[in-house]
């Protein structure tokens, strides 16, 4: 066994005990929240941002949220968002940012009018700071991150770190579900709607939308950073495990994300790599064909073909549900229809819930999609903000083509928002990946900005 199997091992069985320990022992979700910030300044601070300890520390800040928030170890709950912005401002003051980072400055100011006409259409009984931070943040922390990231030069070797550090968090996370969930067919009663008791007692959809997730960056560690059998076993394994767990949720969006992420994966390394290579890819594929064969029929076989109703928007008996976005377009409409009767500022962050609210008596949803919200909320600069998101990272691409991972990240970050909105943070620092500048083997000469 060499260095690096050992190594991977000992981070694998690490984040086994910490799913343990933070069952058994509920009160240590909260210190563990606080020691993973502060291990996360201390890095930065004491290497000087030198090995990109501020996107290290921040993809683990991302693969730790849910777990926190499933757990209560957080007592803010933007902790992750807020976390990561103030790494990036760190890694800013380290190592600079780019000045062609116009377009996410630009970003971030198109947010201002939005929050200026919702400090005067808010009901006056709205707590204005935690109701305009829950959706706010994730829109700024995106826009510093990528600030930050926007034309970086950084390894591909660093990249792959980058989506471990995310990963290994959710094993953690996988560990604290099965204690959680020890009978399966207990947790199933409730039919083919999104499950509450296979996710932690958490939302389906945000559990589903990081596991989707990390099966993504596993099956990529299988593809590219598994050099022995070991660590091919280990990483097969793994995926097998956090997709089984991510399909049991019974929330598709996010799984259904994870398994689009590796097909464009497997396109783009078919489609780069000489006729040998493709071969070799070709083996590959069949193999993991059949082993998302073997998870499916497994996860079929558990839940009594539940999952396989779920997936076909079937209720329990078979019969097909009327809705086929479980009642999300209702609130689609609604939103569009406040932006087209406020087109230019929109009716003002977080002023969509109210109206909502208004016209339904009383309940409270939520917005699942931060397209619709944005144009709802913000208006034509919503509008604005969306295009410069979309297109920056595709105009960069035209000289980033050693970026392996842009289109599967920008494809995450846009499947994420119209199922889940901004509301993990992972949506904003995964986009912001998708603007680094890609090398291989030597490091670029790099001029300061």
Known sequence: MNRKEKNYILLILLHVVIGLVVFFIPSFSKPLAALVFLLGLFFIVKNQNKNQEVLLASGYIVGSEILFRMT?????????????????????????????????????????????????????????????????????????????????????????????????????????????????????????????????????????????????????????????????????????????????????????????????????????????????????????????????????????????????????????????????????????????DNPIFGVGVAKGVEIRSDISGGDITLSHNEISRMMAEHGIFGVIGLLILLFTPIALYLDNKKHIFLWCFLLFWLLTINHAAMRLSAAAFVYSLTLIKVYFDEQPVVHRQ
């Open 72 to 340: 209560g170890g957080i007592i803010i709950y933007e902790f992750a968002k807020y976390s990561i912005t103030i790494f990036m401002l760190m890694g800013m003051y380290y190592k600079g940012f780019s000045k062609n980072a116009i377009p996410y400055w630009i970003f971030l100011v198109l947010l201002i009018p939005g929050l200026l006409v919702a400090t005067e259409t808010l009901n006056l009984t709205t707590d204005l700071r935690k109701t305009i931070s829950f959706n706010i943040s994730g829109p700024i922390c995106l826009g510093i991150s990528s600030i930050y990231t926007y034309n970086k030069p950084i390894s591909l070797a660093k990249i792959n770190q980058i989506l471990l550090c995310i990963g290994l968090p959710i094993i953690s996370i996988t560990v604290y579900l099965i204690l959680y969930t020890p009978d399966l067919k207990e947790a199933l009663v409730l039919g083919t709607g999104s499950n509450y008791t296979t996710s932690g007692g958490f939302g389906p959809n945000q559990v589903a939308t990081m596991f989707g997730l990390s099966m993504f960056i596993f099956f990529s560690r299988l593809m590219l950073e598994s050099e022995t059998r070991l660590l091919f076993a280990l990483n097969l394994i793994i995926t097998f495990l956090v997709t089984y767990r991510g399909l049991i949720t019974f929330s598709r969006g996010g799984m259904i994300t994870g398994f689009v992420m590796i097909l464009l994966l497997l396109f783009y390394l078919y489609i780069s790599t000489k006729s040998k290579g493709k071969t070799k890819l070709n083996y590959i594929f069949g193999f993991m064909v059949f082993m998302f064969i073997v998870t499916w029929n497994y996860t079929s076989n558990q839940t009594d073909g539940l999952i396989e109703k779920r997936y076909a928007n079937q209720d329990a008996s078979g019969k097909v549900k009327e809705s086929q976005l479980t009642g999300r377009e209702e609130i689609f409409t609604n939103e569009i229809n406040s932006f087209i």
